[in-house]
């Protein structure tokens, strides 16, 4: 999902963290240290500045959240362009004749149970990104904010769940449950968690079945969950985006 950017006089910088290369978009000013971090993976497919204008559309809108909070969004360290995919990246390769076969015999299963071969990779490289964040800002996980769109939003899951520490918030857009067994058993041991879940009805990538799944899980385990479903497709709506911005504000101090 490639997000169009709005012109704004908003920083970007693209350093190498962690192994990959992570665009970070804040408007602090001179050595100011952010109060909060936002981290966002994208999903299978997308360039890695894909949600960049997640990031400048909230730091032009929401004086607020510019003044106080830093975005990073790491590329995944896969490159798909042999793959057919020019300029595309993932946080692991994808079965896509496996994922279509499930698609048309509605038998999810197998995306459901097993854990992707390249998890523990991709594991490694956000990983890498947040034990930055920790050690060049001085923000701890539970000041961080983590999340994702599609493929990613499974990567920030699997963090969140796995954390010695909880993040302040998981994002998932359009995500689903994999690696059922080990997720349920952090989650078991997770207490408290703020998750954000938008999924389409729609979706025809990852089905809305399989939302539901994810749902049941959170509330299973007692987290604290937004989940905002909606008409469309394999996207990120505009009322989660906004719901987000209010997520953050709340989280830098700021009460209207």
């Given at each position: 999902?490639e997000?169009?950017s709005?012109?704004?006089?908003?920083?970007y910088?693209?350093?190498?963290?962690?192994?990959?290369?992570?665009?970070i978009?804040?408007d602090?000013?001179?050595?100011e240290r952010?109060?909060?971090?936002?981290v966002?993976?994208?999903?299978?497919?997308?360039?890695?500045?894909?949600?960049?204008?997640?990031?400048?559309?909230?730091?032009?809108?929401?004086?607020?959240?510019?003044?106080?909070?830093?975005?990073?969004?790491?590329?995944?360290?896969?490159?798909?362009?042999?793959?057919?995919i020019?300029?595309?990246?993932?946080?692991?390769?994808?079965?896509?004749?496996a994922l279509?076969?499930?698609?048309?015999s509605?038998?999810?299963?197998?995306?459901?149970?097993?854990?992707?071969?390249g998890?523990?990779?991709?594991?490694?490289?956000?990983?890498?990104?947040?034990?930055?964040?920790?050690?060049?800002?001085?923000?701890?996980?539970?000041?961080?904010?983590?999340?994702?769109?599609?493929?990613?939003?499974?990567?920030?899951?699997?963090?969140?769940?796995?954390?010695?520490e909880?993040?302040?918030?998981?994002?998932?857009?359009s995500?689903t449950?994999?690696n059922?067994?080990?997720?349920?058993?952090?989650?078991?041991?997770?207490?408290?968690?703020?998750?954000?879940?938008?999924?389409?009805?729609q979706?025809?990538?990852?089905?809305?079945?399989?939302?539901?799944?994810?749902?049941?899980?959170?509330?299973?385990?007692?987290?604290?969950?937004?989940?905002?479903?909606?008409q469309?497709?394999?996207?990120?709506?505009?009322?989660a985006?906004?719901?987000?911005?209010?997520?953050?504000k709340k989280?830098?101090?700021?009460?209207?």
């Amino acid at each position: 999902m490639e997000l169009v950017s709005p012109e704004s006089p908003k920083m970007y910088d693209v350093e190498k963290i962690g192994g990959v290369d992570c665009t970070i978009v804040d408007d602090l000013q001179g050595n100011e240290r952010p109060k909060l971090a936002v981290v966002m993976a994208h999903g299978f497919g997308a360039s890695g500045s894909d949600l960049v204008s997640i990031g400048t559309s909230m730091l032009r809108d929401y004086p607020h959240i510019a003044e106080t909070t830093r975005f990073y969004f790491p590329a995944a360290p896969i490159d798909l362009t042999k793959a057919g995919i020019p300029g595309g990246r993932a946080w692991w390769t994808l079965d896509v004749d496996a994922l279509m076969r499930a698609n048309q015999s509605r038998n999810y299963d197998a995306l459901r149970i097993e854990e992707p071969k390249g998890l523990p990779a991709a594991r490694e490289a956000i990983d890498g990104v947040i034990n930055y964040i920790q050690g060049h800002d001085g923000i701890p996980v539970p000041r961080m904010v983590v999340g994702g769109f599609s493929q990613g939003a499974m990567l920030a899951t699997d963090f969140a769940l796995r954390s010695s520490e909880a993040p302040a918030e998981l994002v998932v857009f359009s995500g689903t449950l994999t690696n059922e067994k080990n997720w349920r058993e952090f989650a078991a041991k997770r207490g408290k968690l703020k998750v954000l879940q938008s999924h389409g009805y729609q979706d025809p990538v990852l089905p809305f079945v399989a939302a539901t799944w994810l749902k049941e899980m959170f509330e299973e385990f007692k987290f604290d969950l937004d989940f905002m479903p909606y008409q469309g497709f394999h996207g990120i709506p505009q009322s989660a985006l906004t719901t987000l911005a209010e997520h953050l504000k709340k989280l830098v101090g700021w009460n209207e």
